[in-house]
T-cell receptor
Framework: EPEVTQTPSHQVTQMGQEVILRCVPI?????FYWYRQILGQKVEFLVS????????KSEIFDDQFSVERPDGSNFTLKIRSTKLEDSAMYFC???????????FGPGTRLTVL | DQQVKQNSPSLSVQEGRISILNCDYT??????FLWYKKYPAEGPTFLIS?????DKNEDGRFTVFLNKSAKHLSLHIVPSQPGDSAVYFC?????????????FGTGTRLTIIP
């Protein structure tokens, strides 16, 4: 069964460093999302992406964040200068069309020291 | 900004009995509701959904009930099985269309006791 994959599973970085989290959505999906879950808190929406542009972003998704679909398969989330409070589980999700539910990847645990 | 609330952080149920997980929402713009299940070290997995034009949706052992006037929904699992032990998230959307973000509750950890 097709699934969303994410790499790495765990990323440790120093505060102020740039990180890139990678996702491979399901191949025929068109809509892409990033969510995050800080430990003990709810899953929060970060950004949605369609047709090579951002559709919606939350207040969390400030200028330090960016997303890109560099080729036909990858969908990346870049954090330019990480902060301690960026430590969280980051989930990528995708959906095929307007009536489908979102399928989530297993997540990348980001730890900022 | 708690637009979707799950007031029970945990719930323990005997195997074979009914599990009832509750969810409340405050935003009347929400039109579509979903339940996701999450195991440790995995992403959320879609379980069942309901549109605001319905009050019940059933899929095997899982039934979701929606009381729109009370802004309340519940997930019933019957009979409960050990494999149902997981964290359950209620989520809502303003419309059932792609590109529409999910707003999640804080989750309820369900433990099924053999």
């Amino acid at each position: 069964e097709p699934e969303v994959t994410q790499t790495p599973s765990h990323q440790v970085t120093q505060m102020g460093q740039e990180v890139i989290l990678r996702c491979v959505p399901i191949s025929n999906h068109l809509y892409f999302y990033w969510y995050r879950q800080i430990l003990g808190q709810k899953v929060e929406f970060l950004v949605s992406f369609y047709n090579n542009e951002i559709s919606e972003k939350s207040e969390i998704f400030d200028d330090q964040f960016s997303v890109e679909r560099p080729d036909g398969s990858n969908f990346t989330l870049k954090i330019r200068s990480t902060k301690l409070e960026d430590s969280a589980m980051y989930f990528c999700a995708s959906t095929r069309d307007i009536s489908d539910e979102q399928f989530f990847g297993p997540g990348t645990r980001l730890t900022v020291l | 900004d708690q637009q979707v609330k799950q007031n029970s952080p945990s719930l323990s149920v005997q195997e074979g009995r009914i599990s009832i997980l509750n969810c409340d929402y405050t935003n009347s713009m929400f039109d579509y509701f979903l339940w996701y299940k999450k195991y440790p070290a995995e992403g959320p997995t879609f379980l069942i959904s309901i549109s605001s034009i319905k009050d019940k949706n059933e899929d095997g052992r899982f039934t979701v009930f929606l009381n729109k006037s009370a802004k309340h929904l519940s997930l019933h699992i019957v009979p409960s099985q050990p494999g149902d032990s997981a964290v359950y998230f209620c989520a809502a959307q303003k419309q059932r269309f792609g590109n529409e973000k999910l707003t999640f509750g804080t989750g309820t950890r369900l433990t099924i006791i053999p």
